[in-house]
């Protein structure tokens, strides 16, 4: 039994047949998903999906890529949207696309991110972070806002000093699709640094296909082949990722299956 922790049924092209897809997800051992916003539009459609299936739920932010979408009253509508989620994300920094010298993106992204930070601690919800290529900006931001519940490094990467850090701050990791990659012997290595009870795992439909479907769109279901090989090459069972995805996100506790 498998809890999808990060899925994006809410964007193209999953959205137009999202219950065909979840289906799929079901029928391959997949008991809920967490369905991840990324602005406020596509909160928005993670809340309207989720509230019409028992067993999905939602997460509601503003992803760094979306930074100037963020003011004072998109902030306001986030934390009335959040009402109804249960946690904050996918919210966080990603200066892959910004250049070195662009300094006041880099500011919005860390602003936004200290207050969405603020607001799931207002709101006592945890927190799912993306992070790329702005890893000690992020270990900063950590340290001087402190997240009151648990956090999520979404599809997690880095550098060992950084991962070590992140887990002393107490991180959870997002294990994805891309795991399998044969030319991610890197992630992996950092992989085995960090404890069985501090992973979990996601998808990222439609991104991050695991082999042997890499370059194809990713199904929800195919979360099933990264968590066999989670199980074959690293000893991380289903039910320590379910256990770990339940202490994460308090709403997916009333899972208690049998195994």
């Given at each position: 039994?498998i809890?999808?922790?990060?899925a994006?049924?809410?964007?193209?092209?999953l959205?137009?047949?999202?219950?065909?897809?979840w289906?799929k997800a079901?029928a391959?051992?997949?008991?809920s998903?967490?369905?991840?916003?990324a602005?406020?539009e596509?909160s928005q459609v993670?809340?309207?999906?989720a509230?019409?299936?028992?067993?999905l739920?939602a997460?509601?932010?503003?992803h760094?890529?979306?930074?100037n979408?963020?003011?004072?009253q998109?902030?306001k509508?986030?934390e009335?949207?959040a009402?109804?989620a249960?946690?904050?994300?996918e919210?966080g920094?990603d200066?892959?696309?910004?250049k070195?010298?662009?300094?006041?993106?880099?500011?919005?992204q860390k602003?936004g991110?200290?207050?969405?930070?603020n607001?799931?601690?207002?709101l006592?919800l945890?927190i799912?972070?993306?992070?790329?290529?702005?890893?000690?900006?992020a270990?900063?931001?950590?340290k001087?806002?402190p997240?009151?519940?648990n956090?999520?490094l979404?599809?997690?990467?880095?550098t060992?000093?950084?991962?070590k850090?992140?887990?002393k701050?107490g991180?959870?990791?997002g294990?994805d699709?891309n795991?399998?990659?044969?030319?991610?012997s890197?992630?992996?290595d950092?992989?085995h640094l960090i404890?069985?009870n501090k992973?979990?795992?996601?998808t990222d439909s439609?991104?991050?296909?695991p082999?042997p479907?890499?370059?194809?769109?990713?199904?929800?279901?195919?979360?099933?082949?990264?968590?066999?090989?989670?199980a074959?090459?690293?000893?991380?069972?289903?039910?320590?990722?379910?256990i770990?995805?339940q202490i994460?996100f308090?709403?997916?506790?009333?899972?208690?299956?049998?195994f």
């Amino acid at each position: 039994m498998i809890i999808d922790t990060h899925a994006h049924y809410n964007l193209s092209p999953l959205v137009e047949n999202w219950q065909r897809y979840w289906q799929k997800a079901q029928a391959k051992g997949v008991i809920s998903t967490i369905i991840i916003g990324a602005n406020l539009e596509t909160s928005q459609v993670a809340l309207e999906i989720a509230t019409g299936e028992k067993n999905l739920f939602a997460s509601v932010g503003v992803h760094p890529d979306d930074i100037n979408e963020l003011n004072t009253q998109t902030l306001k509508e986030l934390e009335i949207m959040a009402g109804n989620a249960i946690a904050i994300g996918e919210i966080g920094l990603d200066y892959f696309r910004v250049k070195n010298n662009d300094q006041e993106t880099k500011q919005k992204q860390k602003d936004g991110f200290v207050k969405q930070i603020n607001l799931a601690n207002k709101l006592n919800l945890p927190i799912i972070i993306h992070i790329r290529d702005a890893y000690d900006d992020a270990l900063e931001i950590i340290k001087a806002h402190p997240p009151k519940n648990n956090f999520v490094l979404h599809c997690f990467s880095g550098t060992p000093d950084y991962i070590k850090k992140m887990i002393k701050l107490g991180a959870y990791f997002g294990v994805d699709g891309n795991i399998t990659y044969k030319n991610a012997s890197s992630l992996r290595d950092l992989l085995h640094l960090i404890p069985k009870n501090k992973i979990i795992i996601e998808t990222d439909s439609p991104y991050l296909p695991p082999i042997p479907h890499r370059g194809k769109l990713c199904e929800p279901w195919m979360i099933s082949l990264t968590a066999q090989y989670l199980a074959e090459n690293f000893k991380i069972s289903e039910k320590q990722l379910l256990i770990n995805s339940q202490i994460i996100f308090p709403a997916l506790s009333p899972y208690q299956p049998e195994f």
